[in-house]
């Protein structure tokens, strides 16, 4: 059974910085397409960053030079590094797994099966 569990979400002040965690288990995850979502409330969910089983990342604008997608496959575990953190970063962060997205972009909610239950950030000025 696929699981994944994130950790790693608090509150900060603007400017500063959190990583984010996600343990995987249950399939082969070195093979398999990764990724971060949030959701902030009354706004869709949006894909953040996304990282395939080679390695190569994919950001979306809003993020692009303030975060960064990694794993380790030794430890099973997706993390996202996030730099210089905006009020409007404030959201329930998911990660997301699937052997691949396809049809669907890295970015999109509807490539992914598996979930995690999020971890809240909250990002004050």
């Known amino acids: 059974q696929v699981q994944l569990v994130e950790s790693g979400g608090g509150s900060v002040q603007a400017g500063g910085s959190l990583r984010l965690s996600c343990a995987a288990s249950?399939?082969?995850?070195?093979?398999?397409?990764m990724a971060w979502f949030r959701q902030a409330p009354g706004k869709r969910r949006e894909g953040v960053a996304a990282?395939?089983?080679?390695?190569?990342?994919t950001y979306a604008n809003s993020v692009k030079g303030r975060f960064t997608i990694s794993k380790d496959n030794d430890k099973n575990t997706l993390y996202l590094q996030m730099n210089t953190l905006k009020p409007e970063d404030t959201a329930m962060y998911y990660c997301?797994?699937?052997?691949?997205?396809?049809?669907?972009?890295?970015?999109?909610?509807?490539?992914?099966?598996?979930w995690g239950q999020g971890t809240q950030v909250t990002v004050s000025s």
């Open positions: 249950g399939y082969p995850y070195s093979g398999y397409y």
């Open positions: 997301a797994a699937d052997i691949h997205p396809s049809p669907f972009t890295l970015l999109q909610e509807a490539g992914y099966t598996y």
């Open positions: 990282i395939d089983s080679l390695g190569s990342t």
